[in-house]
């Protein structure tokens, strides 16, 4: 880490500045602003997800900690946590309400100073230089508390991946430094799926070539790893056992790759017709969104869930990048036309990945065709 003097002294010792990742993550955000908005449900299990109705096709888009003790989590099908937990409060998801307070707390970071890479509604990522980088993580804390009335956790680390592992350690509303320091002893022990990036599948294969510990990922044969997951990826779940990742914490605004539509079907789609228009309102939709982002289509993927519950993606590149409504929906409908016509659909998924600002395509010159 790059350290620089600081002009303060105290107590005789001169202080020195070091660059800190800080990975700050709201405590159970969405049912925190809930409570927020209705005092009354402090302290009692509830549920968000869907319309709020567990007799409906939606899964938990989050649980509050006293839901969480029944052992539901985020997407669990709703009406199986609300078995779980019957005494739960059911609300639907108000994603405005969120994002706005989102906002205020995003607001109240860059107050402090530091460079702000948002990652999502509920948790960024902070660039500091400082001394005391708990003590940095502790006046965010206040300052996200004071704007806002929500707790957060923060992970201090030398790296994005060591921060965000560390907040896992912090919560709730806690602060938790994980560096190269103390990685093997905090660790080694643990399970590779405590890592960030490797899930229950990613768990599997590793297991399958003995690795079942960060510490046994650390000491893994890199060819091996290699071989399983190529050369990018298994470069990459090398490095990740020692906790080696990025440090550089980049506030440039977000730029969405693609858009996505997906619907749960409360009736199973039971015929090619109805599958073949469900696709096609979705295919349009997506096509809107594009519209609104200026940047032609260059590939578009089909998502099916069938029952009872099968997950398959088809996608397709077209023969080159558009903005034309009917090239889209027509890729769309030619990939609902490789769909089993014998089996039921639950869910279905369109998304379109445009042409990136930085790929050279004029986007803000790329004329539009077709009716929205």
């Known amino acids: 880490m790059t350290r620089t003097a600081r002009g303060d002294k105290t107590r005789g010792v001169r202080k020195t500045s070091e660059r800190w990742v800080l990975h700050v993550d709201l405590d159970q955000f969405i049912a925190a602003v809930e409570v927020l908005r209705r005092p009354e449900l402090a302290g009692r299990p509830i549920l968000v997800g869907g319309r709020g109705d567990p007799t409906e096709r939606a899964v938990v888009a989050t649980a509050s900690y006293e839901a969480r003790a029944y052992g539901v989590g985020s ?34 970071l860059r107050g ?53 592992i560390a907040t896992g350690f912090a919560k709730p509303a806690g602060v938790f430094r994980l560096t190269a320091a103390n990685w093997v002893a905090v660790m080694a022990e643990r399970p590779t799926i405590a890592l960030w990036g490797v899930g229950s599948r990613v768990a599997r294969r590793l297991e399958a070539h003995g690795i079942r ?6 000491a893994a044969d890199r060819e091996v790893l290699l071989a399983e997951f190529g050369p990018r990826m298994g470069q990459w779940y090398a490095d990740l056992g020692h906790g080696i990742g990025s440090a550089i914490v980049d506030d440039t605004p977000w730029v969405a790759r693609g858009h996505s539509r997906e619907t749960t079907y409360q009736r199973n789609l039971t015929s090619p017709a109805e599958v073949e228009a469900a696709v096609q309102e979705l295919a349009e939709q997506v096509f809107g969104d594009t519209v ?29 990048p558009t903005t034309d409504r009917d090239t889209v929906v027509t890729a769309a409908l030619a990939l609902a036309g490789t769909l089993d016509p014998g089996r039921e659909v639950r869910l279905l998924g369109v998304r379109a990945e445009m042409v990136m600002p930085e790929e050279g395509h004029p986007t803000e010159r790329t004329p539009i065709r077709g009716r929205l």
């Open 75 to 108: 997407g669990m099908p709703l009406r199986v946590a609300a078995r779980r937990v019957p005494d739960a409060v059911l609300l639907p998801v108000d994603a405005p309400a969120y994002a706005a307070a989102s906002e205020e707390v995003m607001g109240a």
């Open 112 to 164: 402090l100073g530091p460079v702000v890479e948002v990652l999502g509604w509920d948790e960024a990522f902070l660039g500091v230089e400082t001394g005391d980088p708990e003590a940095f993580a502790r006046q965010a804390q206040r300052a996200v508390l004071d704007a806002t009335r929500l707790y957060c956790s923060v992970g201090v680390g030398d790296n994005k991946i060591r921060a965000k």
């Open 213 to 218: 510990t960060v510490g046994e990922l650390a």
């Open 292 to 320: 609104k982002e200026g940047r032609p289509v260059f590939r578009l993927t089909l998502k099916v869930r069938y029952a009872p519950f099968f997950t398959q993606t088809r996608s397709r590149k077209l023969a080159a």
